[in-house]
């Protein structure tokens, strides 16, 4: 198939392919016009792209890992440190949806009153490491007369 299909296959421009190709990622045959010519197993390893892509893999990386000269100590090196990293943007991603459904579901007006939603949020600002106050309830601020923003401070 050509570019314009297989690019259309998986909601892609062309120029994605092309760059793709200029990376090393792909290495499509040519026809006698010169012209690409994609296979099953081009688009095989579009797919794949992709997925490591949706993981937060970059092209570079992608490349290490569907390179067949690599060497597959390396490659499962590099594959532990980017799970690893995956498993951690989940988790802060786990902890930002827990955070909207509290939201969400929380039976006070005021955001600021709700225990539980300042109990996450506090959560939050400690992941750091480092020491950070808690925050008071905004009524109990001396001297504040400022309206609700939503979200505490």
Request: proline share 5%.
């Amino acid at each position: 198939m050509g570019i314009g299909a297989l690019a259309r296959r998986f909601g892609l421009a062309t120029h994605v392919l092309r760059h793709w190709e200029s990376k090393g990622l792909l290495g499509p045959e040519r026809d006698t016009a010169g012209r690409r010519r994609y296979g099953d197993e081009d688009a095989a390893r579009v797919a794949v792209i992709l997925r490591a892509k949706e993981a937060g893999l970059g092209l570079e990386t992608i490349r290490r890992l569907v390179d067949p000269a690599d060497d597959t100590r390396d490659r499962r090196e590099v594959l532990r440190t980017e799970a690893q990293a995956l498993r951690a943007r989940i988790a802060a991603a786990q902890a930002a949806l827990d955070l909207l459904d509290c939201a969400i579901d929380c039976p006070h007006e005021d955001l600021d009153t709700c225990p539980t939603f300042r109990r996450m949020v506090t959560e939050r600002m400690t992941a750091g490491g480092g020491d950070v106050p808690q925050v008071p309830p905004r009524a109990a601020r001396a001297g504040t007369r400022q309206r609700s923003r939503g979200f505490l401070p």
